[in-house]
């Protein structure tokens, strides 16, 4: 007869099942929001490419324009003077459709089962982006339908982020969050570059499928979404996370003895033996309102509008600084931004493991940012001096620039989301992702229009722009920086009188 198996193999097997269905969603949350990502990117290479110098390219025998005209290889309508303004059009009508369409999907997304939310929203975004790219094979010179097809992609492409935070924190407590998000959010960055290389690998010939490929790709991972998606632990018998803090964070904030700047007391393990025992209610959703009450909502956002701002500026018009400045061409200019993507990735990871070890999310994100404002003004002066001076400049700038926007739209907005106030109602997650990122995305319109606008008068001038935009970022987090100080200062005199506890007993 077989023995039985003993409790600790039990609690083993249990352990590693609840392992794999974490790492599991975690890789399907980091696909879709690397396609995501990417079928954004192709517009930023492509730009080169709508408006070009063509008076060294030969030109073709049944051509009609002039002998004097220099755009002929231009696409219409990018081939007239005011082409940056038309291309930041482009941007805007994407940018600030999802800036809008933001505030609303959070509350769409905790009404929804996110599982169908979110496979709608990628097929309906592979959609759209393969149109924008059929306009060339369609022969399209019509700047309304550009705009539109923009208008309706930046809309359908809310449906992603408040969803993939709301799923990821749905699996994973406060305990490592900063490092696990930061490693998890370099899906951005992975997506940014994917998107430069697929779009640089057309974009000097049949540039449509520069953006019919992601678009593709995105529609494909829509179907994987819809089939095997997990919104939540306990639907495959998994334990649920503890969202909230322990025993040592009981002392850390001294404005409210029991907690860090951003904890919560409600156990998420808890919750789910009471309601195991006896039926719960379910928790409302929380009002627009109710979630911009949360302490560091509101800071966190308005920094956030400044720091996407100097994110953004770069997504969109990197390629084209470097292809006007250095002179590369368009596939080599897309190739080299990627890096700064990289520096991305780097700075999400080192913000998240620095935050979680000093549980300092605020001063992280303010200290980065103060290292980001020189970095910029050296990249302007002496980033295009040689490659390597680029490479690294461009490494170190994407590093300070895109680590507080990877923390506080992951660790940060996870924190918020399953704050104290909430009495452990995690039903919030999605309102809050939204309300911060949706702040953010206003700054992220506004970035790449001025630079549309501003780049005219100059490069420097929109660097210029950049560096007071990442100034402003900081000094929205001034007020929670002085609260972790504070929470800093009275942690080490409880441990020095514990020391000294220790050392003269009574």
């Known amino acids: 007869m077989r023995s039985s198996l003993a409790p600790g193999v039990w609690f083993l097997r249990a352990f590693s099942r ?159 969050r900063g490092l696990i998000m930061g490693v998890w959010n370099s899906h951005t960055s992975v997506g940014n570059i994917l998107g430069s290389l697929i779009a640089g690998v057309w974009v000097n010939e049949q540039w449509g499928l520069s953006f019919v490929v992601p678009g593709i790709t995105t529609a494909a991972v829509g179907v994987l979404t819809f089939l095997f998606l997990i919104e939540y632990p306990e639907d495959v018998d998994c334990t649920p996370p503890q969202h909230h803090g322990g025993p040592d964070e009981d002392q850390d904030n001294p404005e409210d003895p029991g907690n860090g700047p951003y904890s919560n007391r409600a156990s998420g393990l808890e919750t789910a033996a009471r309601c195991s025992k006896e039926p719960c209610e379910e928790p409302a959703a929380i009002s627009f309102l109710g979630a911009l009450r949360i302490p560091g909502v509101v800071e ?106 990877a923390l506080i739209t992951t660790a940060v907005s996870a924190d918020l989301g399953t704050h104290k106030s909430l009495q452990g109602n995690a039903k919030a997650l999605s309102t809050v992702t939204a309300i911060i990122d949706g702040t953010g995305s206003i700054g992220a319109a506004l970035g790449p229009l001025l630079a549309g606008l501003i780049s005219p008068t100059g490069w420097n001038n929109v660097f210029y722009m950049l560096i007071s935009a990442d100034i402003l970022a900081c000094l929205f987090l001034c007020r929670l920086v002085y609260k972790e100080i504070l929470a800093w200062k009275a942690a080490l005199t409880r441990d020095r009188g514990s020391n000294l506890a220790l050392t003269h007993p009574r």
């Open 18 to 176: 609840d392992s794999w269905f974490r790492g599991f969603i975690l890789l399907l949350t980091f696909l879709i929001y690397t396609c995501y990502h990417m079928s954004r990117k192709p517009i930023s290479v492509v730009k080169s490419r709508l408006h070009q110098n063509c008076s060294e390219l030969i030109k073709p025998i049944n051509d009609t324009h002039s002998l004097n005209d220099t755009t002929w290889c231009s696409w219409a309508p990018f081939d007239k003077d005011n082409y940056k303004e038309l291309l930041g059009a482009v941007d805007n009508a994407f940018l600030v459709a999802y800036a809008i369409g933001m505030f609303i999907s959070g509350m769409f997304g905790e009404r929804l089962p996110l599982r169908y939310y979110l496979s709608a929203g990628m097929l309906l975004s592979g959609l759209f982006t393969s149109l924008f790219g059929l306009g060339y094979f369609w022969n399209i010179h019509m700047l309304w339908y550009f705009v539109l097809i923009q208008i309706c992609n930046g809309l359908v492409q809310t449906t992603g982020w408040p969803s993939v935070v709301t799923c990821v924190g749905n699996w994973f407590g406060k305990g490592k």
């Open 300 to 405: 966190f956002s308005l920094c956030l509008l400044f720091a996407k701002l100097v994110s953004y500026t770069f997504l969109y018009w990197l390629p084209l600084y470097i292809f006007n400045v250095a002179h590369f061409s368009a596939k080599e200019a897309g190739d080299l931004s990627t890096l700064f993507d990289v520096g991305g990735i780097i700075g999400g990871i080192v913000a998240g493991l620095i935050s979680d070890h000093t549980n300092g999310r605020a001063t992280t994100c303010c200290i980065m940012l103060i290292l980001a404002a020189p970095m910029m003004f050296l990249y302007n002066y002496v980033g295009q001096n040689g490659i390597t001076s680029s490479i690294v400049m461009l490494i170190i700038c994407g590093a300070l620039v895109n680590g507080p926007y």
